[in-house]
């Protein structure tokens, strides 16, 4: 199963990006995601863009349990950008 981290620590501002970035891009083409093999939570995080501090731009960090499910995980958000 999927679970997200939507508190970034850098304000409310930044955590409302987070969720918003979630509910758009996210959410509704991960729904029902889960990895059969591992049978573990998979966590997206929302951090600031490290090469722009300040800039208000939010990037996911994906805790997967395999590199197999994070591909797949990739690979149906590349499919839904198409």
Same mark, same amino acid.
């Not at 970034?8 to 083409?29: C, H, I, Q, W």
């Not at 805790?63 to 197999?68: A, M, S, T, V, Y």
């Given at each position: 199963?999927?679970?997200?981290?939507?508190?970034?620590?850098?304000?409310?501002?930044?955590d409302e990006k987070a969720r918003n970035k979630?509910?758009?891009?996210y959410k509704p083409y991960?729904?029902?995601?889960?990895?059969?093999?591992? =049978?573990?939570?998979?966590?997206?995080?929302?951090?600031?863009?490290?090469?722009?501090?300040?800039?208000?731009?939010?990037?996911?960090?994906?805790?997967?349990?395999?590199?197999?499910?994070? =591909?797949?995980? =990739?690979? =149906?958000?590349?499919?839904?950008?198409?």
């Amino acid at each position: 199963m999927i679970k997200y981290n939507t508190r970034t620590g850098l304000g409310s501002a930044m955590d409302e990006k987070a969720r918003n970035k979630r509910d758009v891009f996210y959410k509704p083409y991960l729904t029902g995601m889960k990895c059969k093999t591992c =049978r573990v939570d998979t966590v997206i995080s929302f951090i600031q863009h490290p090469g722009y501090a300040g800039s208000g731009s939010i990037d996911p960090v994906y805790d997967c349990c395999c590199p197999e499910f994070e =591909r797949a995980i =990739r690979a =149906r958000l590349t499919s839904a950008i198409r």
